[in-house]
């Protein structure tokens, strides 16, 4: 290249344009013209223009330099390049006469390797001859060999029998391999298959026979266990020749026809199908109803049995590895899973289902089924798991509280129209070592539920808790509808009260309040057995049978109370009365005598009600004491009269207090005993001076806040020296001291209902014509 050439000529001959490197020196002078313009404008700049020239010559200078450089070593490379290319030339025209060679001898060769075919045909067509020559007396005398071994299997030479089996195949195998060497057709091929056809069929029936004797084994096994080891030695062959076979081929090569057998596997399959066939024939023994146990007892008996024989006897006949004891469990527990789930289907009674439910919670796991205890542990080894599901159990019992729901309820029906036909006797209720009245109802009823909770406990807790629970129910409806008996026994009576039977009614009613006491005391004692409150199972809300007996309770008592009204309600009509206070009319002794009857007979009540009786007795008597005087019927007319009223009502209290004695202070009574009200109103019309009654009707408010305005004008009106100033002073206090109700306090004067005075007739009377 010429260094003072035209921009982008070469200095060879013809010159080329490079267009790259003629812009490139465009733009060089272009930005050379632009920086001297700007540098050598000024003057001052002029002075330096030699050293602007020398450094430029030296930049020049240094580019020349480089680019020479680069040029050479260009240059060098490529001269490297062209001798390599002449070598390469060079080798490829030696390799191309070595190749041309070659094919001349491959050609020559080819008509030789044609003569060669002929020979290899001719030597594959003597091998197979030799090979058909040398097994001709085999595939001859395998038919014979068939022959023999099947008369060794139908005699059940087991032993002997696989050996010839083992050998005819391996005859068969070595035949095949012989020939598929020399390239065998398929003719040939079929017809070595035909001769070894007999081996199948050997195979299939000494499997037959072998699986027999598996299905057999346990009664085999008590006669002559020969058989059984024959069969398992057989199997474990088997199992040695397939697991050769397979590490042999383990790269992916075919198997002979028919492996592998997997007879071990087989074996354990056979079992299972001999324990399912022996069990299915001792399930086919059971009967419907009562036997039920006893078909579970003959499972029992038999699975213990063969237990013991496969312990004792096959186990000691099979390698350790078998584990044959865990199979048979397996199996049978299998068996009995499918069975009592069949059998939990069926519509079962309670017995039926307390049977299979102490057989498969108690019975199956207890060493009394498995017979030694390393059994049981053997059976928790295999993880069997439970012979019901827990959804499953949990139904059963349901379904056994149900049924026995169902008898309970029916007995209790019972119990009540006996207890109901007993009310209707002609004689007193019986009585206990204690005198108290009784019947045998409690006794029927409190029986009947501790045997089903007894037998249920034997079951579970769980089992327990639910005939408990179920229990209360039963309690709950059968005192509703005692109850209801008692509402129509008072109907009854009230009928016809002439009846001779009606003598006897109290005291079957003071019966029935001591037989709720007796049904109160099992009831708590159900409940206290109960170890874990639970759900409600037959309704949305928990079983009360204690507010079912209180309510019970308190109609018997209730009726009692009717019955001494009814009795006093005679003698309580000439009471309070004139010709009671001017003639002194026997009313209140003929009272005592009727009391004094009825509190004979409320002896006979347990306590608590015993005494409930006495109370609401001397409440009762009291109320209508009181409202007999609300009737007004004995108006004081003097000083005398009141005095006279008021020792009348001061000597009745003192014969009710008689009466009555022994009461007050026992257990827990009222707070405000009822008697004390007649004194209080013997001090009211006794009072002298009018004035006073103010006083003293503050007094009254204090102990009976629940007296009225009503009671009060009453208790005035029977005074009878009362002004209307004094009324209205003495209303004027009981309207300013009328304190609340306190807690506890039982109204009196609220039961008392003050008759309403007739309106005065305003009209003028004429005499009639």
């Given at each position: 290249?010429?260094?003072?050439?035209?921009?982008?000529?070469?200095?060879?001959?013809?010159?080329?344009?490079?267009?790259?490197?003629?812009?490139?020196?465009?733009?060089?002078?272009?930005?050379?013209?632009?920086?001297?313009?700007?540098?050598?404008?000024?003057?001052?700049?002029?002075?330096?223009?030699?050293?602007?020239?020398?450094?430029?010559?030296?930049?020049?200078?240094s580019?020349?330099?480089?680019?020479?450089?680069?040029?050479?070593?260009?240059?060098?490379?490529?001269?490297?390049?062209?001798?390599?290319?002449?070598?390469?030339?060079?080798?490829?025209?030696?390799?191309?006469?070595?190749l041309?060679?070659?094919?001349?001898?491959?050609?020559?060769?080819?008509?030789?390797v044609?003569?060669?075919?002929?020979?290899?045909?001719?030597?594959?067509?003597?091998?197979?001859?030799?090979?058909?020559?040398?097994?001709?007396?085999?595939?001859?005398?395998?038919?014979?060999?068939?022959?023999?071994?099947?008369?060794?299997?139908?005699?059940?030479?087991?032993?002997e029998?696989?050996?010839?089996?083992?050998?005819?195949?391996?005859?068969?195998?070595?035949?095949?391999?012989?020939?598929?060497?020399?390239a065998?057709?398929?003719?040939?091929h079929a017809?070595?298959?035909?001769?070894?056809?007999?081996?199948?069929?050997?195979?299939?029936?000494?499997?037959?026979?072998?699986?027999?004797?598996?299905?057999?084994?346990?009664?085999?096994?008590?006669?002559?266990?020969?058989?059984?080891?024959?069969?398992?030695?057989?199997?474990?062959?088997?199992?040695?020749?397939d697991?050769?076979?397979?590490?042999?081929?383990?790269?992916?090569?075919?198997?002979?026809?028919?492996?592998?057998?997997?007879?071990?596997?087989?074996f354990?399959?056979?079992?299972?199908?001999?324990?399912?066939?022996?069990?299915?024939?001792?399930?086919?023994?059971?009967?419907?109803?009562?036997?039920?146990?006893?078909?579970?007892?003959?499972?029992?008996?038999?699975?213990?049995?063969?237990?013991?024989?496969?312990?004792?006897?096959?186990?000691?006949?099979?390698?350790?590895?078998?584990?044959?004891t865990?199979?048979?469990?397996?199996?049978?527990?299998?068996?009995?899973q499918?069975?009592?789930?069949?059998?939990?289907?069926?519509?079962?009674?309670?017995?039926?289902?307390?049977a299979?439910?102490?057989?498969?919670?108690?019975?199956?796991?207890?060493?009394?089924?498995?017979?030694?205890?390393?059994?049981?542990?053997?059976?928790?080894?295999?993880?069997?798991?439970?012979?019901?599901?827990?959804?499953?159990?949990e139904?059963?019992?349901?379904?056994?509280?149900?049924?026995?729901?169902?008898?309970?309820?029916?007995?209790?029906?019972?119990?009540?129209?006996?207890?109901?036909?007993?009310?209707?006797?002609?004689?007193?209720?019986d009585?206990?070592?204690?005198?108290?009245?009784?019947?045998?109802?409690?006794?029927?009823?409190?029986?009947?539920?501790?045997?089903?909770?007894?037998?249920?406990?034997?079951?579970?807790?769980?089992?327990?808790?639910?005939?408990?629970?179920?229990?209360?129910?039963?309690?709950?409806?059968?005192?509703?509808?005692?109850?209801?008996?008692?509402?129509?026994?008072?109907?009854?009576?009230?009928?016809?009260?002439?009846?001779?039977?009606?003598?006897?009614?109290?005291?079957?009613?003071?019966?029935?309040?001591?037989?709720?006491?007796?049904?109160?005391?099992?009831?708590?004692?159900?409940?206290?057995?109960?170890?874990?409150?639970?759900?409600?199972?037959?309704?949305?809300?928990?079983?009360?049978?204690?507010?079912?007996?209180?309510r019970?309770?308190?109609?018997?008592?209730r009726?009692?109370?009717?019955?001494?009204?009814?009795?006093?309600?005679?003698?309580?009509?000439?009471?309070?009365?004139?010709?009671?206070?001017?003639?002194?009319?026997?009313?209140?002794?003929?009272?005592?005598?009727?009391?004094?009857?009825?509190?004979?007979?409320?002896?006979?009540?347990?306590?608590?009600?015993?005494?409930?009786?006495?109370?609401?007795?001397?409440?009762?008597?009291?109320?209508?004491?009181?409202?007999?005087?609300?009737?007004?019927?004995?108006?004081?007319?003097?000083?005398?009269?009141?005095?006279?009223?008021?020792?009348?009502?001061?000597?009745?209290?003192?014969?009710?207090?008689?009466?009555?004695?022994?009461?007050?202070?026992?257990?827990?009574?009222?707070?405000?005993?009822?008697?004390?009200?007649?004194?209080?109103?013997?001090?009211?019309?006794?009072?002298?001076?009018?004035?006073?009654?103010?006083?003293?009707v503050?007094?009254?408010?204090?102990?009976?806040?629940?007296?009225?305005?009503?009671?009060?004008?009453?208790?005035?009106?029977?005074?009878g020296?009362?002004?209307?100033?004094?009324?209205?002073?003495?209303l004027?206090?009981?309207?300013?001291?009328?304190?609340?109700?306190?807690?506890?306090?039982?109204?009196?004067?609220?039961?008392?209902?003050?008759?309403?005075?007739?309106?005065?007739?305003?009209?003028?009377?004429?005499?009639?014509?």
């Amino acid at each position: 290249i010429k260094i003072g050439a035209e921009p982008g000529c070469w200095s060879n001959d013809k010159p080329h344009v490079w267009p790259e490197v003629a812009r490139a020196e465009l733009l060089a002078r272009g930005a050379a013209l632009k920086w001297a313009s700007g540098v050598f404008s000024r003057p001052e700049h002029l002075e330096r223009l030699g050293q602007y020239r020398k450094r430029e010559s030296q930049r020049t200078s240094s580019i020349h330099t480089r680019l020479k450089s680069v040029v050479q070593s260009y240059l060098e490379g490529v001269g490297w390049g062209l001798r390599l290319l002449q070598e390469s030339r060079v080798e490829l025209g030696d390799a191309s006469r070595a190749l041309q060679k070659a094919v001349s001898e491959s050609d020559h060769n080819a008509e030789v390797v044609c003569s060669m075919e002929t020979l290899r045909e001719l030597s594959c067509s003597h091998c197979q001859l030799l090979a058909t020559v040398s097994n001709l007396p085999r595939l001859y005398s395998v038919r014979s060999m068939v022959a023999e071994t099947e008369r060794l299997v139908e005699s059940r030479r087991l032993l002997e029998a696989h050996a010839r089996l083992m050998e005819l195949e391996c005859w068969q195998d070595d035949i095949l391999w012989q020939l598929s060497g020399a390239a065998l057709s398929r003719e040939d091929h079929a017809l070595v298959l035909h001769y070894f056809s007999g081996v199948g069929r050997l195979v299939e029936a000494l499997g037959q026979e072998i699986w027999a004797v598996v299905s057999s084994s346990l009664a085999l096994a008590r006669q002559n266990p020969t058989p059984f080891v024959s069969a398992v030695r057989i199997v474990e062959r088997e199992e040695a020749v397939d697991r050769a076979l397979l590490e042999e081929r383990g790269g992916g090569g075919p198997l002979p026809p028919g492996r592998p057998r997997c007879w071990r596997e087989r074996f354990f399959q056979v079992l299972e199908e001999a324990v399912s066939s022996r069990f299915r024939s001792v399930s086919y023994m059971h009967t419907r109803g009562p036997g039920l146990a006893g078909h579970l007892s003959a499972l029992q008996h038999a699975i213990t049995a063969d237990l013991a024989t496969v312990r004792h006897l096959l186990e000691q006949c099979v390698p350790e590895h078998y584990g044959l004891t865990g199979a048979y469990l397996r199996a049978s527990h299998q068996c009995l899973q499918t069975h009592l789930a069949l059998v939990s289907s069926w519509e079962l009674e309670s017995g039926e289902i307390f049977a299979v439910l102490n057989w498969v919670i108690h019975i199956y796991n207890s060493p009394d089924m498995m017979g030694e205890p390393e059994l049981v542990a053997e059976m928790k080894s295999q993880e069997l798991g439970p012979l019901i599901s827990p959804e499953s159990l949990e139904k059963l019992q349901k379904k056994y509280v149900q049924s026995v729901r169902k008898r309970v309820s029916e007995w209790m029906h019972k119990a009540l129209e006996v207890e109901l036909t007993d009310w209707q006797r002609d004689q007193e209720p019986d009585t206990d070592h204690e005198g108290f009245y009784h019947t045998c109802l409690p006794t029927i009823i409190t029986q009947m539920l501790e045997d089903n909770v007894r037998v249920a406990l034997m079951i579970g807790e769980s089992l327990r808790d639910q005939t408990i629970q179920m229990g209360l129910y039963e309690m709950e409806n059968l005192l509703n509808k005692f109850r209801e008996a008692l509402v129509e026994f008072g109907k009854e009576h009230r009928k016809d009260q002439n009846n001779s039977q009606n003598k006897l009614y109290l005291h079957y009613l003071l019966a029935s309040i001591s037989n709720c006491i007796v049904l109160k005391a099992s009831t708590e004692g159900l409940q206290r057995q109960q170890s874990s409150p639970t759900a409600c199972l037959y309704s949305r809300t928990p079983p009360n049978p204690m507010a079912a007996l209180d309510r019970a309770v308190r109609r018997a008592c209730r009726l009692a109370m009717d019955q001494l009204l009814l009795e006093l309600q005679p003698v309580l009509q000439g009471l309070l009365s004139r010709p009671w206070l001017a003639q002194g009319n026997p009313s209140t002794p003929m009272v005592c005598r009727v009391l004094e009857r009825h509190l004979e007979l409320y002896v006979r009540v347990r306590p608590p009600c015993q005494q409930r009786l006495q109370e609401e007795a001397q409440w009762m008597l009291v109320v209508e004491y009181v409202r007999a005087l609300m009737h007004k019927r004995t108006v004081c007319r003097s000083a005398g009269e009141r005095l006279q009223l008021a020792q009348r009502i001061a000597q009745d209290d003192l014969q009710l207090r008689e009466l009555f004695t022994g009461l007050e202070g026992e257990g827990s009574g009222p707070e405000v005993n009822p008697l004390a009200l007649l004194p209080v109103l013997a001090d009211f019309i006794r009072l002298k001076d009018p004035c006073m009654l103010s006083l003293e009707v503050s007094g009254v408010v204090i102990k009976y806040p629940d007296i009225s305005e009503e009671h009060v004008c009453v208790l005035l009106d029977i005074r009878g020296d009362v002004s209307r100033d004094v009324r209205g002073a003495v209303l004027d206090v009981l309207e300013q001291s009328a304190p609340p109700l306190p807690a506890g306090y039982r109204p009196i004067f609220t039961d008392i209902l003050v008759p309403t005075s007739p309106m005065p007739f305003c009209l003028p009377t004429a005499k009639c014509a």
